[in-house]
C-alpha cells in the first residue's frame, strides 16, 4: 500500500532522530511507538536524508529549469499593449518580439477573452475569368517548353498551399479577436 506524503514536521522528525540514531531501522521502531502508524520505508529514510545533506532543507524544491508559463500580471499587461499598438500582429511575432514562449501568449490571450478566427476566402468568379484561367495555362506550358528550367527559378511559400480541387489552405492566417469579426 502506498504511503502518503510525509509532512514538514514529520519530515523534520525523521532528519531529527535519524542524526540521533544513525540508521533508518531504528527511526521506523521509534516512529512505530511515538507515532502509531506504518513507518516510511529505509529507503525513504535515506533520500530524506541526502537531500537534507545536499540542500540543508526538507522542502521539496520545484522542478529544475526555467519555469513553464510566464503569464503572471507584468506578460500580461506587456501583451496587451502589444497587442494594442499592432492589434494585426501574430502570436509567431508578438512571441519572439516579447520574447515569451508562444504557448504563453496563447495562453494570455485566452485570458484576455480573445479566440481565433480564421477569415473564409471568398471571391466572385466572373465570366471571363475561367478563360483567363485556360489562356494562364496556355502561357505558362509554353514558357516551360521555351525555358524548361523555369520552375526551378519560382519561389515556393509553405504560407498558402493551393489545391487543384480549388481548396486554399492558408497557414497563420489567424485573426484574433474578443467577437467574431465575420471576415471574408
Known amino acids: 500500500m502506498a504511503r502518503h506524503q510525509l509532512s ?11 542524526y ?21 520505508h529505509r529507503n525513504a529514510i535515506r533520500a530524506l536524508m541526502k537531500k537534507f545533506e545536499q540542500t540543508g532543507s526538507v522542502l521539496d ?7 513553464v508559463s510566464v503569464t503572471d ?9 502589444a497587442l494594442r499598438k499592432e492589434p494585426r500582429t501574430s502570436i509567431r511575432k508578438m512571441s519572439t518580439d516579447l520574447s515569451i514562449s508562444r504557448s504563453s501568449v496563447r495562453r494570455i490571450y485566452k485570458s484576455m ?8 476566402l471568398v471571391h466572385e468568379l466572373n465570366e471571363d475569368d475561367f478563360d483567363r484561367r485556360i489562356e ?3 502561357t505558362f506550358l509554353s514558357l516551360l ?12 511559400s509553405d504560407e498558402a498551399l493551393f489545391k487543384l480541387n480549388g481548396h486554399i489552405n492558408r ?6 479577436a474578443i467577437q467574431n469579426p465575420n471576415l471574408t
Open 61 to 67: 524544491i520545484g522542478p529544475p529549469g526555467r519555469p
Open 113 to 120: 477573452g480573445f479566440k481565433p478566427y480564421i477569415p473564409r
Open 171 to 176: 497557414h497563420n492566417f489567424v485573426y484574433w
Open 136 to 138: 494562364y495555362c496556355e
Open 145 to 156: 517548353e521555351t525555358e524548361p528550367d523555369l520552375i526551378h527559378h519560382i519561389i515556393w
Open 20 to 40: 540521533r540514531l544513525e540508521y533508518p531501522i531504528n527511526v521506523q521502531r521509534l516512529w512505530c511507538k511515538e507515532i502509531n502508524n506504518n513507518p516510511p
Open 8 to 18: 514538514v514536521n514529520e519530515k523534520t522528525w525523521i532528519v531529527k532522530h535519524m
Open 73 to 81: 500580471q507584468a506578460a500580461k499587461d506587456e501583451v496587451s499593449s
